[in-house]
């Protein structure tokens, strides 16, 4: 599997110059061959996960770049656009359709609750289109797809035994300051978890996705947050609100640790805060010493400037090998190194496995 997040494409992505087709090539090549170095076979890549902000600003623009840079990406891996799951991330929210809404309330007086589902209704429409173009068909015809209530999905593919279960964490998003926060309500939440109730889950892998953060980010992040702390004088509520939510969790992250507790959830993966953490978190299962992984990997796209400091480009690769004693969950991650010289390219720069502890985690999960 292929985790890629946080594309961010438009004005602040690293390769905003670059043809989005030839990048894509080049970097399916170098995928396959950080699959070599890490020793991982010629095992197929049967799935892509894209967990949000593949858009800087929820334009239609941005999206179009994505979709060009993603099929060809699907195309040079063999990896059906069945296979390629997304998350929509806070980014892919478009501010002007949202805001179009603030304009109507301001003329036609409707309550805040209407301005609420009228944003739902909107606000992830470029992103839908982005779905729609992606696939080539509405997201409802991909073979295993269940549409849940208030945004969650779930896709099954029986011949692998893997179902995919994603959140959407921008619910509340807008262009208002005060909904510029991750949450999972407890509904959609509650709808995943009954779904992944049925007897014949029990055996199946279960992956779930998620854009934000569920859980404590880096240090890197944590010393960008306090140094803007200091230079603030007057820290509005709605500000303390998303720094919270962006350093320790976003409200609603114990719903989804009682599912992974509850439905044996092998994984977790999300993005957000553009950083590949030094360990995996554990995610203990209700009266079982087993666990799921928290597996997050830093931006794919962002350019140096808008990342925690020490803080490449990354994604990685995650190998899941049934029936194999001891390590059965292997995670490799690769960086962007602006410096690689890369065979048949005339410019420096390119994507290689990572070094060290961070690069490479070879985990247990109960399967
Ligand atoms: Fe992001
Ligand atoms: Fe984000």
């Given at each position: ?9 438009g004005?602040k992505?690293?390769?905003k110059?670059v043809?989005f087709?030839?990048?894509?090539k080049?970097?399916a090549?170098q995928v396959?061959e ?5 020793g991982?076979?010629q095992?197929?890549i049967d799935?892509?996960?894209?967990t ?5 600003t ?15 990406v699907?195309?040079?891996?063999n990896v059906?656009?069945s ?5 929509p ?6 501010w ?7 304009d109507?309330?301001?003329?036609e007086h409707f309550?805040?609750?209407e ?6 209704k909107?606000?992830?429409r470029?992103?839908?289109?982005f779905?729609?173009?992606?696939y080539g068909m ?6 295993g797809?269940r549409?849940l209530?208030?945004?969650?999905e ?24 005060t ?8 509904e ?10 049925a ?13 934000h953060?569920p859980?404590?980010t880096?240090?890197s ?5 306090e ?11 709605d500000k303390?609100?998303?720094f919270?939510?962006d ?10 640790r009682r599912?992974v507790?509850d439905?044996r ?7 957000h805060?553009h950083a590949?953490p ?5 995610w ?5 010493p087993?666990?799921g992984?928290?597996l ?9 400037a ?11 690769i995650?190998?899941?090998r ?6 059965n969950?292997?995670v490799?991650?690769?960086?962007y190194?602006p410096s690689?010289?890369v ?5 420096d ?5 990572m070094?060290?502890?961070?690069g ?7 399967l």
């Amino acid at each position: 599997m292929l985790h890629l997040t946080d594309l961010h494409m438009g004005r602040k992505n690293r390769f905003k110059n670059v043809n989005f087709y030839r990048l894509g090539k080049s970097f399916a090549e170098q995928v396959l061959e950080a699959r070599a170095a890490a020793g991982l076979g010629q095992d197929k890549i049967d799935v892509i996960f894209v967990t949000g902000d593949i858009a800087e600003t929820g334009d239609e623009k941005e999206f179009k770049d994505g979709v060009t840079f993603l099929h060809t990406v699907a195309e040079f891996l063999n990896v059906q656009r069945s296979r390629v799951y997304f998350v929509p991330g806070n980014h892919d929210i478009s501010w002007p359709l949202c805001k179009e809404v603030t304009d109507a309330q301001a003329r036609e007086h409707f309550d805040n609750e209407e301005m609420v589902r009228r944003f739902s209704k909107v606000k992830l429409r470029y992103y839908e289109d982005f779905r729609h173009q992606f696939y080539g068909m509405k997201v409802n015809h991909i073979p295993g797809y269940r549409g849940l209530s208030y945004g969650a999905e779930v896709w099954d593919i029986p011949e692998l035994g893997l179902t995919i279960g994603a959140v959407d964490a921008c619910e509340r998003e807008s262009h208002l300051t005060t909904d510029q926060m991750g949450t999972v309500g407890e509904e959609q939440a509650q709808e995943l978890m009954n779904v992944w109730g049925a007897p014949h889950y029990a055996h199946w892998k279960k992956i779930l996705l998620v854009h934000h953060n569920p859980g404590e980010t880096v240090d890197s992040n944590h010393k960008s947050w306090e140094d803007w702390i200091r230079k603030e004088k007057q820290l509005p509520a709605d500000k303390v609100e998303r720094f919270m939510a962006d350093i320790t969790g976003f409200p609603g992250k114990d719903f989804l640790r009682r599912i992974v507790s509850d439905r044996r959830v092998q994984i977790i993966l999300h993005g957000h805060h553009h950083a590949h953490p030094m360990n995996p978190v554990a995610w203990q299962y209700f009266s079982s010493p087993e666990s799921g992984y928290v597996l997050s990997t830093g931006s794919w796209g962002l350019q140096d400037a808008d990342r925690p400091q020490g803080e490449a480009n990354t994604c990685q690769i995650i190998q899941i090998r049934s029936g194999e004693p001891g390590a059965n969950l292997r995670v490799h991650a690769l960086e962007y190194d602006p410096s690689l010289p890369v065979h048949g390219q005339v410019s420096d720069g390119g994507w290689r496995l990572m070094n060290g502890p961070r690069g490479n985690q070879q985990l247990n999960v109960a399967l």
